[in-house]
């Protein structure tokens, strides 16, 4: 039972503790014992390499994603997909054909309904793993960082994201987010999780990293890696850090485009290298590459996905690292743009990479590798060394002794009681109040009684959150508050911010609910229109919490960060706003003032209190 997986491996990090503390008294011959047990691992996963074809050592490499709810029997058009895309029609024909090591679990593939749902695909896939000739548990993963990027939905517990863990400042609270996170993840089947980020947001303009970061101090987010590092994989979930060698002082997102960091070497070591390091001294099993050229690191300006110097010179040899490397994505734009996508898998095998993940064209890449190999382009010896990682990883994660999940797990794990508390309570110590004018805040129920909620609805990142607005609004009329709701979007039309300033008449306060205002955006239109009505308002940051920068000079009367649109930190914020909690958070990044990027509104540490 997956359960007793998980304690094992508890058992297992306990003992090791107690060896590492006692390891100055060990006698010789205990400490061989650790090791002939580890060389008798290794010598066992070497067999089974032995054994394998060219074809099944070349599918170990690859994670892949598949289309639908189940391993066997999913929806006809999910088939459609799976046939379009990789010429099979369901997870477990994808794993007896191409023998992958790993499939990554999407929300828009459908593969995250519920629960019950997830641990019966994650079984289904595992039963198709060991019915190949030979037979390898596989490593299912997903990117459930929290925050803006999760995969896995309610029921199950959405814990703060990063950034927001870094407003809370606890790096208790961090582990505890973590373990929560890794112990229902795995209750489902899924090993792997693309996560803690460990990028330093140092850039407010950054598109792709912002909030999934933990803040800009590299000390900081060094500490919040470890916290959570040690709390995933307490769990006994695969942790992995992202994205190396640090993705934090973009201005191109890699999704889209081929970013390039001009730090310096020095400048790298002192401001992107610290989580890195940390999440290797903490024992991280996984590090994901990032699409980013960083010439002060490879000249030849490759994306380090793809880059010698950068994985093998700097992350193998220099800073000691000996776990799975994992790419980003493959189906990207920035590891796309120099090379064909029958290159870039076996580049990216030279450059170091163990793990290829998602890439656009499976049959493709598989094929080229394979060729490469046949080839003598990629000798046997280099995918071998892959191979032997991502085995004993799957053996530390206990796969070769039960892969699966249990449904009796899932209910007594997923989304309990004891989890949901435990998310509400980090949650609330990560608020951040940044303006409060006249005291403003905490509202009073004799004098503000009449709340209206306007502003931004994005999408769920989990697909069952919010929308924003209805959460706040439902949120502060269970705390005794008269609240309706009123989505106005992301860019308000005329018409829209003409409805949201007749709705606020009568009222006795208006929130609004921000999201990564720029200078054009016509949400400061919508707040200072408001603010012209005479009632009071207080804007929430939903999203990057340089939001008041822009919104600086509009009439805003009170503002807060909420680092996220989920509805945990939606909650926490109405708590605050409506005095049942006090604002906790202090700002892990600095906010620039709008007209002059050179000067601090707000430094790093700010929070007001109440």
Not at 170 to 185: M, T, V
Not at 443 to 457: C, E, F, I, Q, Y
């Amino acid at each position: 039972m997956h359960h007793h997986r998980t304690s094992r491996r508890t058992l297992l990090t306990a003992t090791a503790a107690a060896v590492a503390a006692t390891a100055v008294t060990t006698t010789p011959a205990i400490a061989a014992g650790g090791e002939s047990a580890r060389r008798s691992t290794r010598d066992r996963l070497k067999r089974l390499v032995s054994r394998m074809s060219l074809e099944e050592k070349v599918g170990q490499l690859f994670v892949m994603r598949v289309y639908g709810h189940s391993a066997t029997e999913p929806d006809q058009a999910d088939i459609d997909l799976n046939l379009k895309e990789m010429g099979v029609r369901t997870a477990a024909e994808l794993v007896a054909k191409y023998h992958v090591g790993g499939i990554i679990y999407f929300t828009w593939a459908h593969n995250t309904r519920e629960p019950r749902q997830i641990a019966d695909l994650s079984n289904g896939i595992q039963r198709a793993g060991l019915a190949q000739d030979t037979p390898v548990p596989l490593l299912i993963s997903t990117d459930q960082e929290h925050g803006i990027v999760a995969r896995v939905g309610r029921p199950a517990t959405l814990v703060p994201g990063a950034m927001a863990l870094g407003a809370g400042g606890s790096r208790a609270d961090a582990r505890k987010a973590a373990q929560i996170a890794g112990a229902e993840l795995t209750a489902m089947g899924i090993v792997q999780n693309y996560a803690p980020v460990a990028d330093v947001n140092v850039n407010p303009a950054n598109p792709v990293i912002g909030v999934r970061s933990f803040g800009s101090d590299p000390q900081a987010v060094a500490g919040m890696v470890t916290a959570q590092v040690k709390g995933y994989q307490g769990a006994g979930i695969a942790a992995t850090s992202k994205h190396f060698p640090g993705h934090g002082d973009t201005k191109d997102d890699s999704h889209y485009a081929l970013p390039t960091i001009r730090h310096t070497a020095e400048q790298w070591e002192e401001l992107d290298a610290p989580p890195f390091r940390a999440a290797i001294a903490a024992g991280i099993d996984s590090i994901m590459t990032a699409h980013i050229v960083v010439p002060a690191l490879d000249p030849a300006e490759d994306p380090a996905t793809l880059s010698k110097p950068i994985l093998t010179g700097v992350l193998r040899e220099r800073l000691g690292y000996d776990g799975v490397v994992v790419t980003d994505s493959l189906a990207m734009a920035g590891v796309r743009q120099k090379y064909g996508d029958d290159r870039v898998p076996v580049l990216a095998l030279l450059a170091g990479c163990d793990q290829l993940l998602n890439p656009p064209d499976l049959p493709t890449a598989w094929n080229a590798v394979l060729k490469a190999v046949r080839d003598g382009e990629i000798s046997m010896a280099r995918i071998e060394e892959s191979i032997l990682r991502i085995l004993l990883l799957k053996d530390r994660l206990g796969l070769f002794r039960n892969p699966y999940a249990s449904p009796q797990d899932v209910d007594r794990t997923v989304g309990v009681r004891a989890h949901l508390a435990a998310a509400d309570r980090i949650a609330e110590k990560t608020t951040t109040l940044l303006a409060n004018e006249g005291r403003l805040l905490p509202l009073s129920r004799r004098t503000h009684k009449n709340v209206l909620v306007v502003g931004a609805d994005p999408a769920s990142p989990s697909g069952t959150t919010g929308p924003p607005t209805t959460v706040v609004a439902g949120a502060l009329t269970a705390l005794g508050f008269t609240a309706t709701a009123l989505s106005t979007g992301i860019t308000p039309t005329r018409a829209k911010i003409d409805e949201a300033v007749a709705a606020a008449k009568g009222k006795d306060v208006v929130v609004v609910g921000t999201y990564n205002v720029s200078a054009t955006s016509p949400q400061r239109t919508l707040v200072r229109e408001l603010a012209a009505t005479g009632v009071p308002v207080v804007t929430l940051a939903i999203r990057n919490p340089y939001d008041i920068a822009q919104l600086d000079g509009t009439g805003l009367r009170a503002s807060l960060a909420a680092y996220s649109w989920t509805d945990v930190e939606l909650r926490a914020a109405a708590r605050v706003i409506a005095g049942h909690a006090g604002p906790g958070g202090k700002l892990p990044v600095p906010v620039q003032r709008a007209d002059d990027p050179a000067k601090v509104l707000y430094p790093v540490g700010y929070g007001l209190t109440y």
